[in-house]
Structures are given as C-alpha cells and as structure tokens.
C-alpha cells in the first residue's frame, strides 16, 4: 500500500521521469559529439597521409623540411620510420614511447591504414607508406575529451536547474490542481462530523476533470442526505405507524376480553348473553379488518410499483357501484362515466380505491344520502371523483384525512383512505379533498391515461 501522499508521489514522479529524459539526452548528445569530433579528426589525419604519400621523396630527402609541411601550424605528430631502420619524430610534445611501434602496419597498396587510437587513448593515429619509409601521423584527443567534458557539465547544470526549476512549478501547479480534493476531504470529514447541509464547491466547467469530480461528489451528497432523511422519515412514521396501529388494536382487543371475561363469571343475565356475543363478533370483526388492511398498507410499502396492464376506469366504477349498492339498496348512488376511459395500473388495486371511497360514504353520511361516481377524461390523465352530499368533514380532520388511523373511532379501521393515498402514489396519480362543514365530500384522483 502506498504510504507517500499523492501531491508528494506524482511531484517525485515528475521529476524522476525528467531527470531520465534528461540522461539520456545528455548520453547520447555527448556519445554523438564524441563520435562526431573522432570522425573529424580522423578526416584530417588522412588527408595528412595523403599529403605525405604526394611529397614521399621529399620526406625521405628532407625529412625535416617536408614533415614540417605536414606539420605545421596544428598539433599534429609525425614519426617516419626510414628504411634503415632510423626513426624521426617532429611535432609538439611527443610522447616517450614511439606510437610507431605500437601501431598496425600500413596496407602494401600505398594507402592509409585504418585510424587508431594509442597510448592509452590519448592520440588518434593512422599510418603510410612512402616508399620504403614509413610513416604515422596521429593527432592529440585531448581536445576531444576537453569538448566532450565541457558539454557534459554543462549538461549537469543546465539539467540540474531545469529539474529544479520543473520542481518549484509542478509543486505550485499540483497544489493548486489537487486543491478540489483537499475540499472535498473538508467536505466529507464536515459531513461525519454532523452537518449534512455540507456541500463541495463547484469548480471548472463540466469538460475538466475537477469540474466533473466536483459535481459528481456533491450529486452523491445531496442523494445520501435525501436517502438519510427518507430513512428518518420512515422511521418516524414507522414508529408512529406502530404506536396508532397498538391503540387501534387495544380498543377491540380490551372489549373482547370484557365480554369475554362477564360471560366466563356468568355476570350476564341469559337475556342478554346474545348480545354480548354479538358486540364481541363485531369488535372481532372489526379488529380483522384493521388487521387486514395494515396487511394490505405493508403489501404497498414493501412493492410500491404494482402491475402496469390496461385498466377501463369506467367499467370498474359501474362495478363498484353495483357492489356498494348491493351492500346497501337505498342509498340514491349513481355514476356518470363514458363508455371507456382507460389507464395503466393494476386492476384489483384499483378496485380497492373505490371500494374504500365508497366505503367512507357509507360509513360518513346518513343511509339516504345521495352519491355520484364521476369518470372523465382530464387532457391526458383520467379523473375519479365520488362526491356526496352529507355533513363534510372539519377543517382539522380533513387536514389529516389521507394519515393512517385519522379517524378510526368511527367504527371503521381508519386507514380507507391512508390506502387510497398509497395506491394512487404507486400509480403516479394525483389525490385531493374537497369538503366543508355542511357541504358535503367530494375525494377524486386521477390516473396517467393509457397513451400517456
């Protein structure tokens, strides 16, 4: 794992690839002008033996006079080997030893034999015949290491400075280009620490790599808040949901026992035994439909996205209106709707939000009450209202209509129409309430059309 910091990391990388770049530019400039100054000299130590293969009766004549010819005014060393065996040496500092001796016999077709370096690399020489002398002329490389020496100092300094001076400005550039993830650093530690509202500031535009990293982290952070806050909020309401579903429980579940506890001690006269039984059947009753739909409320929370197949509006509300008035025959229920009206959802589902409507009017107005079921077509979507004329509702308990157990204590399970809510929320619809005191209900919803 690494340990080193990535501004410290990427800085000593930078700057570890230069100083290689730098090598081995400087490698092959210094081999390059080594080899380019050798060739040079060796240039002009043939054309010296060219020279002194022309004038070959005056070196073995004159050899002072003509060597000096070949000689002068450079730093040349000539050393002719005569045919008796003499040796004569002109030139500036020759070394102790003579390179003759040391060197490759010249070819015998006359021409210059091939260059070579003598004395432990400190002359360039070539040989020739002239005559039957022989003759070298070497040149001094002390000047070629000087120059090659030269360029690589100033190689080293020149690379030292370019290093240091790519240094100081990779370290500003990193600084300020790693300076969003110290915020983002800031951000999250603020965010462990408690403030959520915390968000990193939007840098660059969405072409950079800041600007995109940035905006990712703070979509990440508004979607963690809202899943934090949605958790919170289902909490809550688990916990309220928990303790109202307790008391709506304890009501029948306390009378069930009391009857059942007079009928155990025979403290009912036989008269009234049937009617004792029959309050605890319907406290029974009642308690098995607060079971039933708390079941059905966990259903929609667990699967909120239910079946998406046609459904014809207009035929489920003529059936639920036939079923509620089946239910109770002298109620005055009608329903208004045009021969079809299709959406998308899940039929049962449906037909349970028209059963708990029509449910509530039963349960909320007088047995003679009129009630219509109005189907129409909104634009796009398909609109459900079921409007009665009884006594309405105050404002305080329509302001929580749609909670679970807003009303519970009117004999039904007081979650009608929390279940209208959930189901119409799974199909994308829309939910309101309309009443007043004295004015009657009127609770529609509308649902995205087929085509929609």
């Keep these: 794992m690494n340990r080193v910091p990535l501004r410290r990391s990427l800085l000593a990388g ?15 400039s210094a081999a390059g002008l080594r080899a380019y100054l050798l060739d040079r000299t060796d240039d002009q130590l043939r054309a010296g033996a060219a020279l002194a293969t022309q004038r070959v009766g005056s070196l073995l004549r004159e ?17 002719i080997r005569h045919p008796d065996g003499t040796l004569t040496r002109l030139g500036a500092s020759p070394p102790a030893a003579a390179l003759l001796d040391r060197a490759p016999a010249p070819p015998a077709d006359g021409g210059a034999g091939p260059a070579t370096t003598l004395d432990a690399g400190t002359w360039r020489a070539v040989t020739v015949r002239a005559g039957d002398a022989v003759v070298l002329i070497a040149l001094p490389l002390a000047p070629v290491r000087e120059t090659v020496r030269r360029l690589v100092l100033v190689e080293l300094a020149g690379g030292l400075i370019v290093l240091l001076l790519l240094a ?16 983002i650093t800031g951000t999250a530690t603020a965010i462990a620490g408690g403030d959520l509202d915390r968000r990193v500031p939007v840098e660059g535009s969405e072409r950079t790599e800041v600007g995109r990293l940035t905006r990712a982290v703070d979509g990440m952070l508004a ?52 009617e004792v039984l029959r309050r605890g059947d319907e406290e029974a ?25 046609p459904v014809d509006l207009a035929e ?5 209106v036939a079923d509620a008035l089946a239910v109770q025959p002298g109620r005055p229920l009608r329903v208004t709707a045009p021969p079809v009206a299709t959406v998308r959802g899940d039929a049962d589902a449906l037909r349970q939000v028209l059963a708990n409507l029509l449910a509530n009017v039963r349960a909320h107005t007088p047995a003679g009450t009129p009630a219509v ?3 129409r077509r909104r634009g796009d979507r398909v609109e459900v209202a079921v409007r009665d004329e009884g006594p309405g509702m105050p404002p305080e308990l329509a302001a929580r209509a749609f909670d679970r157990f807003s009303h519970g204590g009117t004999g039904g399970s007081g979650l009608g129409l929390a279940i209208v809510a959930e189901i119409v929320a799974a199909h994308d619809g829309e939910l309101g309430l309309e009443t007043a005191e004295g004015a009657g209900t009127r609770v529609r919803f509308r649902l995205p059309g087929a085509d929609s």
């Design 14 to 28: 930078m700057v570890a690839l230069t100083a290689v770049a730098l090598l081995v530019a400087g490698v092959v």
């Design 316 to 320: 489920v509300a003529r059936e639920s």
């Design 168 to 183: 100081g400005f990779a370290r500003v550039l990193l600084v300020r280009g790693l300076r969003p993830l110290d915020r």
């Design 223 to 274: 979607r963690l808040q809202s899943a934090i806050a949605a958790r919170a909020r289902s909490e809550e309401r688990l916990r309220t949901f928990v303790a109202d579903a307790s008391h709506e429980l304890r009501t029948p579940l306390t009378s069930i026992r009391g009857y059942l506890h007079l009928l155990r001690h025979d403290m009912v006269e036989p008269a009234r035994r049937p």
């Design 285 to 309: 009753t009642r308690m098995s439909r607060i079971l039933d739909d708390l079941l059905y409320l966990a259903r929609l929370d667990a699967e909120p996205r239910l079946g998406r197949e």
């Design 373 to 375: 079921v109005d189907v």
């Design 63 to 79: 050899p002072g006079g003509a060597a000096r010819a070949v000689v002068a005014p450079s730093d040349y060393l000539v050393e």
